[in-house]
């Protein structure tokens, strides 16, 4: 979902001496007053929506094949807590996390935690392309959700969404947008697994 607001005022009078002009400026002070409340307010709520911890929720049941071969499931899944990272090969954030995620992947992820990116809303084409001429950042499993049905049955609708599930396959904790590092139910999560 985009938002523009244009902020452009229209100069119609070079003189700016034409009756009546200044309710002109007046009435762009307010349009100007009223973009910028619309601006803090969509900011405000969009940043409450970006971390919801969950009430330990069940995840929906669900099974994918991994570009590694592998088969996916809340089932076999279940027993360690997953990071589960829902992306798209267009997304810019998804481009700036995913290396990131990487580098943790390699590092410093804690030993119990189990990480799966999950590919959706492009084609397999794209998906497979993108993730083929980027190795250095698919070093964890990768799978693709045809149809976008894994994303639908856990209630995503943006990109990067990430998802933590924790050993009994609860999601305990949704994240959508970049900055899953800066989360700090994010935080206490990894903490906890040390």
């Known amino acids: 979902m985009r938002f523009c607001i244009s ?28 973009a910028g409340f619309m601006m803090v307010t969509l900011s405000l709520l969009f940043g409450a929506l970006a971390a919801t911890a969950a009430p330990s929720v069940p995840a929906p049941k669900f099974q994918l094949q991994a570009f590694d071969g592998h088969t996916y499931s809340k089932a076999s899944l279940k027993g360690r807590p997953t990071l589960i990272v829902f992306w798209a090969p267009w997304c810019r954030y998804c481009q700036m996390e995913l290396p990131i995620l990487a580098k943790f992947y390699q590092g410093n992820k804690p030993d119990q935690l189990q990480v799966l990116t999950i590919a959706f809303s492009d084609s397999l084409a794209h998906v497979e392309e993108y993730v083929t001429s980027n190795p250095d950042t ?57």
């Open 7 to 34: 902020m452009k005022e229209e100069n119609t009078a070079s003189s700016g001496s034409l009756p009546g002009s200044h309710w002109g400026r007046w009435f762009g002070t307010i349009r100007g007053g009223v």
């Open 138 to 194: 698919f070093v964890y499993p990768t799978a693709y959700d045809r149809n976008n049905v894994v994303a639908q049955a856990f209630g995503v609708n943006a990109t990067p969404t990430f998802v933590v599930m924790d050993a009994e396959g609860n999601m305990i904790l949704a994240h959508r947008g970049a900055g899953i590092n800066r989360n700090p139910q994010y935080q206490e999560f990894l903490n906890s697994l040390k």
